[in-house]
């Protein structure tokens, strides 16, 4: 079965200390990988799709990567306003694929302070 | 450019009445469109998915409904609300196989 986990459920960071999120997946051929920032009592914003393994997306202090089971979202210097929850979802080949049906991980809180 | 409204932003609705949730989409043609439900501490649940007007897919039984009465109108209803309806739902949009989904801002819906 489809699977995509994300890690840690939750992260402090002090405002310049980078560090990166991770989403593993398990899918039975993987056709895109999504990144979505949430804020509270906000709907998922759309940051990155990546398809390939050794593909990157960079934006502002963000850069996400992939490879063929995992990819990270590395965050540099971050600022409180990166202070959200990240997710990761994963579309696969097959079973729903042509519905654009996407599965999520649960989600990265990070909280940067000043 | 593309946009996604939805409505109303909080509700609240005793145990045993009706429900509607508007979603519209505006700035594409013949999106594919989706309903979530978001519960505290867990992931994304997809409700309902619809490829066109008319055309609605179940993804868990449960006591709600979906109906597409136009291209880019999407409404989630339920006869008879129960407090496990509770959550956080949202509904998302896109042009299909390989294409990120797209988020409205969610509505927040108590049960009392």
């Known amino acids: 079965e489809d699977q995509v986990t994300q890690s840690p459920e939750a992260l402090r960071l002090q405002e310049g200390e980078s560090s990166s999120l991770n989403c593993s997946y398990t899918v039975s051929g993987l056709r895109g990988l999504f990144w979505y920032r949430q804020d509270p009592g906000k709907g998922p914003e759309f940051l990155f799709t990546?398809?390939?393994a050794g593909e990157e997306k960079e934006k502002e202090r963000l850069k996400a990567t992939l490879t063929k089971k995992e990819s990270f979202l590395h965050i540099t210097a971050p600022k409180p306003e990166d202070s959200a929850t990240y997710l990761c979802?994963?579309?696969?080949?097959?079973?729903?694929?042509?519905?654009?049906?996407?599965?999520f991980g649960r989600g990265t809180q990070l909280t940067v302070w000043p | 450019s593309q946009t996604i409204h939805q409505w109303p932003a909080t509700l609240v609705q005793p145990v045993g009445s009706p429900l509607s949730l508007e979603c519209t989409v505006e700035g594409t043609s013949n999106p594919n469109l989706y309903w979530y439900r978001q519960a505290a501490g867990r992931g994304l649940q997809l409700l309902f998915y619809s490829v066109g007007i008319g055309q609605i897919s179940s993804e868990v039984p449960q006591n709600l409904s979906a109906s597409r009465p136009q291209d880019r109108q999407f409404i989630l209803s339920s006869k008879k609300l129960l407090l496990s309806d509770s959550g956080f739902y949202l509904c998302a949009w896109s042009q299909g196989a390989g294409q990120p989904q797209h988020f409205g801002d969610g509505t927040r819906l108590s049960i009392l």
């Open positions: 979802a994963v579309q696969a080949a097959g079973r729903g694929s042509t519905l654009g049906r996407l599965y």
């Open positions: 990546l398809y390939s």
